[in-house]
């Protein structure tokens, strides 16, 4: 059997936190799983840094989110627009905010 640490070597993706941190998050704001209506959509604003646009874009396409890029005035991050079910867009805005610097 492999050791633990020979099977974690690599580091997480953006994307992979992301999805670790919004299932943990979902599993305690809906147990059920019910993600919100589908009809009743949410969006939310982040601000990310262009080099990691491409991984949030793959992370929320998981998760049947959009994202639109949004008017940005720094050269090194991006404005986005995301929008989708309502507790993922809710939970999803609420995790990148733990981690604001």
Known sequence: MASLLSDTTLPLTVSDQLNAMLSGWLDRHAPDGDLGDPDQPAAGVVTVAHAH????????AEWDMTVTRGASRDGGHAVLV????????????????????
């Not at 646009?53 to 929320?60: G, K, R, S």
């Not at 995301?82 to 609420?94: D, H, K, T």
Request: with cysteine.
């Open 53 to 60: 646009v491409p991984e949030v874009q793959a992370f929320c």
């Open 82 to 101: 995301v929008q989708g079910r309502q507790l993922p867009v809710r939970g999803f805005i609420e995790i990148t905010s733990m981690d604001r610097r």
